[in-house]
């Protein structure tokens, strides 16, 4: 439901500012593959440097690099007719939806709004002349609470800059998205492949999230009332949709809800604080908070995800916390 709300062009806001073609690799009448040419006007708006790069996404192929040819030349001659030079993925559709090529931890169950391919994908990519672009490092983490020393230290901070802390509020659920919007676009400002997003396309995102949210695994930070960083977890729920094999709705449905408290896993979705406000250890209390508050609801383990491998801020302070990465995605870049 939530990939055909991804591809419908009335329901889906990318649409505004950007373009998909969509194709299917048939042999013999069977479907052996798909993937999608994406054109993103806002990737190059805001990354200007970047403008030259068109995407491809909702990759699919059987283990044959005939196929998985086929594919990349459909997409790279969509993209070269826009006028791009470099094919970068996968990306379905932006990176603020699922993104990234998993190249390791394929022994590891996949997460809930994150990519999980076979391992032949890897090498079918890199035989049609992609290299790699960025990788994105999935973290896991797992105990009662994280170190003492490092949540004191945070407190101390956040008490001598008058820091506090507040969980979602259904009642004014419409109100605290915009509290989303005020953090969202500030907090990740110029990291590598980050495309803000605009008003509408958080206000789908948050109706996605609406019906699965636990909101005290969403924390809000404010310096003095007004709002600097936000974070957001949600149950794991493929602990519950993988017991579903026919892979039809009704099946899928009823395994959610008769399994949905037997989840004991979440995913970090989202956690930032506006640059200006870094140094004040409002990010280790909202991790804290996710933490503490999850061991609280029966939830022990949780996966941060993604983070750049360029970004040594926020994996510093992920590997302080005791979390490793266990999981590897990658982008990966082709000229055209």
């Known amino acids: 439901m939530d990939v055909n709300k991804l591809l419908d062009r009335k329901a889906n806001p990318f ?17 052996v593959g798909r993937i999608a040419a994406v054109r993103n ?29 086929a594919l990349f030349g459909a997409a790279a001659d969509w993209l070269k007719g826009q006028g ?35 391992p ?29 020393r490092l949540v004191e230290g945070a407190r101390k901070l956040a008490e001598r800059f008058e820091i506090t802390l507040r969980s979602l509020d259904m009642k004014r659920f419409e109100e605290d998205v915009e509290l989303v919007k005020k953090v969202y676009n500030a907090a990740w400002e110029k990291n590598w492949g980050f495309i803000p997003m605009n008003d509408a396309e958080i206000d789908l995102l948050a109706k996605n999230l609406k019906p699965v949210v636990v909101p005290d695994l969403v924390v ?9 960083g936000m974070g957001v977890a949600i149950p794991d729920f493929n602990v519950a949709l993988r017991h579903n094999r026919s892979g039809r709705l009704l099946p899928g449905l009823w395994h959610l809800l008769t399994r949905r408290r037997s989840i004991r896993r979440v995913r970090i979705l989202i956690l930032g604080v506006l640059k200006e406000h870094r140094r004040t250890g409002a990010d280790a209390l909202m991790y ?5 508050h999850g061991n609280r609801l029966g939830y022990n ?11 040594p801020a926020m994996r510093n302070g992920l590997e302080r916390m005791g979390f490793h990465v266990y999981k ?7 000229p055209l």
């Open 15 to 31: 649409y505004q500012h950007g373009d998909a073609q969509l194709f299917l690799a048939e042999r013999d009448g069977e479907l």
């Open 41 to 69: 006007d806002a990737h190059g708006a805001f990354h200007p440097e970047e403008r030259h790069v068109g995407f491809f996404g909702f990759f699919e192929c059987a283990d044959d690099q005939a196929v998985a040819d």
């Open 84 to 118: 791009f030079t470099v094919m970068r993925g996968p990306a379905s559709l932006t990176t603020n939806d699922e993104c990234g090529l998993l190249v390791d931890g394929f022994d590891t169950p996949p997460v809930v709004m994150n990519p999980h391919n076979p």
């Open 120 to 148: 032949y994908y890897v090498a079918l990519v890199e035989r049609a002349g992609f290299r790699k672009a960025m990788d994105l490092l999935c973290y896991e983490g797992s105990g009662e609470a994280p170190p003492a």
């Open 220 to 228: 809000f930070a404010f310096l003095k009332g007004e709002p600097i």
């Open 288 to 292: 804290e908070w996710i933490w503490s």
């Open 301 to 311: 383990w949780g996966e941060a995800s993604w983070i750049l491998e360029n970004n």
């Open 328 to 334: 590897t995605l990658r982008m990966y870049d082709k």
